[in-house]
């Protein structure tokens, strides 16, 4: 079988969630996976039977297709152009990088050595959003009126992502972590869009990420758009991204339920009638040269810029 192979940097809850999905796919091989924290790499490589590496030169030695980086944004940038110097393929966890100068450099060192790039932004091939993009392109929903992002955490971070950098204002905070998979999405529904007006707060804790952020703003087409993120408040997690229409409102809440309201009608849950190809279908086919739907640096660049300026 003509496998794709992957090396993962990076083996923590989000690499290990990424280690159980490709060991699903026919298509995709595990060649070596590496952290910097080895009793963590030893239980995974227990847990999965995985091949090892002992050091990212040695990782490379695998020759892998895809080089997966799940490590802290700030090793984005140097782990990126050690892959590119290796012609492999490269996907990085989100953000891009640690800032936007990062990720040009992430951008141009793809670029000269034309290998192909992704972002692991697997909200973009998941059934309830593919459906929403659908309706969009259909027009279903007729004149979109507005978009509207609203998160809300009880904890930051969440109990369940708990690790040395996530809660820190220098790599971490949900306008990092959450807020790049729906301005990605954003960015493909309606195109390049701009803020007129932000504020992120922050704790008096220096070390300690956005409590925060509130923005508006506008796409290109003239749609006005709405972020709204909270940490901290009494409230259960929360997490809505609304599309108004003049025909009807669709709503993914909580990552993965797709709801749609009508005019004088009760909000509905919609059940998903297809299954989408994975990212790792895509990364499959994209290294064997068939068309594939990929979220490129390049476009992990544009939200990047939009992440960086939020943070300000």
Not at 205 to 219: P, R, V, Y
């Amino acid at each position: 079988m003509n496998q794709t192979t992957f090396a993962i940097i990076g083996t923590g809850i989000v690499g290990e969630r990424i280690i159980n999905q490709l060991l699903a796919n026919p298509n995709c091989k595990i060649v070596s996976a590496f952290d910097e924290n080895t009793q963590r790499l030893k239980e995974i490589q227990d847990r999965y039977q995985l091949p090892i590496a002992n050091s990212i030169e040695e990782l490379f030695e695998t020759k892998p297709h895809w080089v997966y980086i799940g490590t802290p944004p700030n090793s984005h940038a140097s782990l990126a152009l050690q892959a590119a110097e290796k012609g492999c393929l490269i996907l990085s966890e989100k953000p891009l990088a640690h800032d936007v100068e990062s990720g040009k450099l992430m951008v141009e060192s793809a670029k000269q050595a034309n290998v192909l790039t992704a972002m692991h932004f697997p909200l973009m091939y998941s059934p309830a959003i593919q459906t929403l993009m659908n309706e969009v392109a259909d027009h279903s929903l007729g004149v979109i009126l507005r978009v509207e992002l609203h998160t809300y955490f009880p904890h930051w971070p969440r109990k369940w992502q708990q690790n040395p950098w996530i809660g820190s204002r220098a790599q971490g905070g949900f306008i990092r972590e959450v807020f790049p998979h729906y301005l990605q999405i954003m960015y493909r529904l309606f195109g390049n869009f701009s803020f007129s007006a932000h504020q992120t707060n922050y704790p008096e804790d220096q070390n300690l990420s956005e409590t925060g952020s509130f923005a508006i703003g506008k796409t290109d087409n003239g749609i006005p758009i709405l972020l709204n993120g909270l940490s901290g408040a009494g409230h259960e997690e929360r997490l809505e991204f609304k599309v108004f229409g003049s025909e009807k409102v669709m709503t993914i809440k909580n990552w993965s339920e797709l709801w749609e309201s009508k005019k004088d009608e009760p909000e509905m849950k919609i059940e998903t009638k297809f299954t989408p190809k994975t990212l790792w279908d895509a990364c499959h086919e994209a290294r064997l040269g068939k068309e594939a739907s990929l979220v490129s640096f390049e476009e992990g660049l544009i939200v990047q810029r939009w992440i960086d300026e939020l943070l300000t």
